[in-house]
């Protein structure tokens, strides 16, 4: 199945801040919880906040996922990756990016937010997902990897 994302770094920048809706609705947005992929690890990017448009996200209706982090030191390369699974159906959706192709670089420490725009399609199975969403820098190094769930559901469905 595809998903269309519209930019995943700018994903990940504001998929770490504050969501605006594709819509012109008043859809307020919606907390996502998240975890570390490894709660040991010492990631220099720390996630704080993961908002989506709507929980649950409508299948064939886009949505917004909107990130706010802290990095400790500037980013001046590497890779965003990004996949989503359900329990039904592994990797459902992966896309990977360049940083710098979607964002000017060096990105400066300090607090970033990312947005990524999406749309399940109207045949996706309706369910719990899991993002995944994993940086690294221009060395391979592993700035932050975390999860984060959430459901697709119909727009009848209350």
Same mark, same amino acid.
């Given at each position: ?26 859809? /307020?947005? /919606?907390?996502? %919880?998240?975890?570390? *992929? ?8 720390? #996630? ?7 929980? @649950? #996200? ?8 909107? %990130? ?8 001046? !390369?590497?890779?965003? /990756? ?21 964002? /000017? *670089? ?6 970033? !937010? ?6 399940? @399609? ?11 969403? %994993? ?24």
């Amino acid at each position: 199945m595809n998903i269309h994302s519209a930019s995943a770094f700018t994903f990940l920048l504001c998929f770490l801040a504050i969501i605006f809706p594709l819509s012109s609705s008043n859809v /307020q947005p /919606q907390d996502l %919880t998240f975890k570390y *992929c490894d709660k040991n690890a010492k990631y220099s990017m720390k #996630v704080s906040a993961v908002k989506a448009s709507s929980n @649950p #996200v409508v299948r064939g209706v886009p949505f917004t996922i909107n %990130t706010t982090f802290h990095s400790d030191e500037a980013i001046t !390369g590497g890779k965003a /990756q990004y996949r989503l699974k359900s329990d039904e159906v592994d990797a459902v959706y992966t896309y990977a990016s360049n940083v710098c192709e979607e964002k /000017q *670089c060096p990105v400066s420490a300090g607090k970033h !937010g990312l947005i990524l725009d999406m749309r399940f @399609p109207a045949v996706a199975p309706k369910g719990t997902y899991h993002m995944n969403m %994993t940086f690294v820098d221009q060395n391979g190094k592993k700035l932050t990897c975390i999860i984060s769930p959430f459901k697709v559901d119909d727009a009848t469905t209350k």
